[in-house]
């Protein structure tokens, strides 16, 4: 889509919904001003750190250029009408038209932690042509990624997935049409796993997963993302895996190797779950953050641990080796040490908080 199209979303989500371009017509003096380059992308987030930093002068960390400001209501309109010339004519931070602006980087308004992504990283800023276009919309990808996810996710899917989120957005597949066919793929698996057919239902559940990631991301660089379609992929996310691990016990049944305590085994894996969602609500509520961003250990042990892609994975090898019966036992096993680690890290936390105060999260810094 145009830069000014997305620039158009971005000062919606931050609440600028007077919006158009500066020679259509010049607001009258007296009202606040943001003005900024259309030539550039601007991450969601430094939009709205703009949006509420009056006086601030955004300039590019690579070279310092101004590339946008905010202006507050006591601003004359020659001024406003200088400060935009100087704007688009690519001034340098010390041009007169800039005085008594405050010079501000993408850290500055936005800073470097982005809670809901779970990272470390400034918003981007990027200069758009035709000749960064390519490295725009990897950066622009690169910035819907949550920094502590699972090991599939985190290293299998970014470029496969990255040309479908290009491809959905060029065609106008919006993000909840996405999470409707990973719904699909959902009962599909389920009921592929529940009669013992391994193989296509492990297709379908891998393909799920690969949506899963899609939705997301299709949804955070295209801005447009909802709060019925982030609903919508959470509880799909949050309701399906064990029911795939409880279908994948009758489908052992189904075929000819029933588990020998196939009702523990099930109540194993649905019952650890459970209680590993528990365990992270009540850490959430307890330290304000969630419970995989506290420590580096943390962090890399979401990469492995018992959800629903690492179990995929254990599934997967299992299928392949000819014995689906121990890839589920090895869920179960995963799962109930999943627990425990979970367990053992909110007892850690309530210590640490009595000694040393309140936790933060050591991608802050």
């Not at 620039?7 to 007077?18: C, F, I, N, Q, S």
């Not at 390519?134 to 990624?145: C, K, P």
Request: proline residues 7%.
């Amino acid at each position: 889509m145009p830069g000014s199209e997305l620039l158009g979303r971005a000062l919606a989500r931050a609440g600028v919904t007077d919006v158009a371009p500066w020679s259509a017509a010049p607001p009258p003096g007296g009202a606040a001003l943001l003005l900024l380059r259309a030539d550039h992308v601007y991450d969601a987030a430094l939009v709205s750190g703009l949006a509420q930093s009056p006086g601030a002068l955004l300039r590019r960390p690579e070279d310092g250029l101004p590339v946008a400001a905010h202006l507050a209501r006591t601003e004359a309109p020659d001024r406003a009408a200088a400060v935009a010339a100087a704007l688009a004519e690519g001034r340098g931070a010390d041009d007169p038209a800039f005085a008594d602006l405050r010079p501000a980087t993408p850290d500055d308004l936005s800073g470097s932690y982005n809670r809901t992504l779970r990272k470390r990283g400034s918003a981007y800023l990027l200069r758009l042509a035709p000749d960064t276009r390519g490295a725009v919309e990897w950066r622009m990808f690169g910035g819907s990624y949550k920094g502590v996810t699972d090991a599939v996710t985190k290293y299998v899917w970014p470029v496969p997935a990255f040309h479908v989120v290009r491809a959905c957005a060029a065609l106008g597949i919006t993000p909840n049409m996405v999470t409707a066919a990973s719904l699909v793929l959902v009962f599909a698996a389920l009921w592929w796993f529940s009669q013992g057919a391994w193989l296509p239902g492990l297709v379908a559940a891998w393909v799920m997963t690969f949506l899963d990631t899609v939705d997301g991301k299709l949804a955070r660089v295209t801005l447009t993302s909802t709060k019925f379609g982030n609903l919508f992929d959470h509880v799909i996310d949050l309701i399906h895996p064990p029911f795939w691990w409880l279908a994948w016990i009758v489908g052992l049944g189904v075929v000819g190797m029933p588990l020998a305590h196939p009702a523990a085994v099930g109540a194993v894996i649905f019952g650890g779950y459970v209680l590993q969602r528990i365990l992270e609500g009540v850490f959430q509520l307890q330290h304000g953050m969630h419970i995989h961003v506290w420590r580096p250990f943390d962090s890399a042990f979401r990469l492995v641990i018992a959800r629903r892609n690492p179990n995929l994975v254990l599934l997967t090898v299992a299928t392949l080796l000819g014995r689906p019966d121990l890839g589920i036992l090895a869920v179960a096993a995963w799962t109930a040490f999943g627990f425990v680690e979970q367990a053992v890290a909110l007892l850690q936390a309530a210590v640490a908080r009595r000694q040393d105060g309140p936790l933060r999260s050591w991608l802050e810094g």
